[in-house]
């Protein structure tokens, strides 16, 4: 378990560290939000990169604590799931920052389908 929990830092502090790197080359203002057309409809502060996957990671260790022992193995594999999913998204946003185009609307419905999926086995 200890080796899941130093995967999920991992993946928590990845996207934060392509940040700081990247920090004084980013504008103030990155996309944040894509309409279904895949088109950027809404900016915000390089910040809420931090602020999509800091708490998410906590807000994942803390559910665990009240996921009844039949179900933590099947816990595990959705939240590392969900925090894979969240660094990708979260460097996909740094490098929509600089204007590369990212095709987020097919991640974020890949990204749905499959822990549907995998939250049912």
């Not at 993946?11 to 790197?21: A, D, E, K, R, W």
């Amino acid at each position: 378990m200890k080796n899941k929990e130093n995967i999920l830092i991992i993946l928590t502090v990845l996207p934060i560290l392509v940040l700081i790197i990247l920090w004084n080359s980013l504008p103030e203002q990155i996309p944040i939000h894509w309409n279904f057309s895949g088109e950027i409809d809404g900016y915000g502060s390089r910040y809420l990169v931090i602020l999509i996957i800091v708490p998410a990671y906590f807000l994942t260790r803390l559910a665990t604590s009240s996921i009844p022992g039949k179900f933590k193995e099947r816990w595990g594999r959705v939240r590392l799931f969900i925090m894979l999913f969240l660094a990708v998204i979260s460097v996909s946003i740094i490098v929509a920052g600089f204007g590369y185009p990212v095709p987020m609307v097919p991640m974020a419905a890949g990204g749905i389908v499959a822990l549907s999926a995998l939250s049912l086995v």
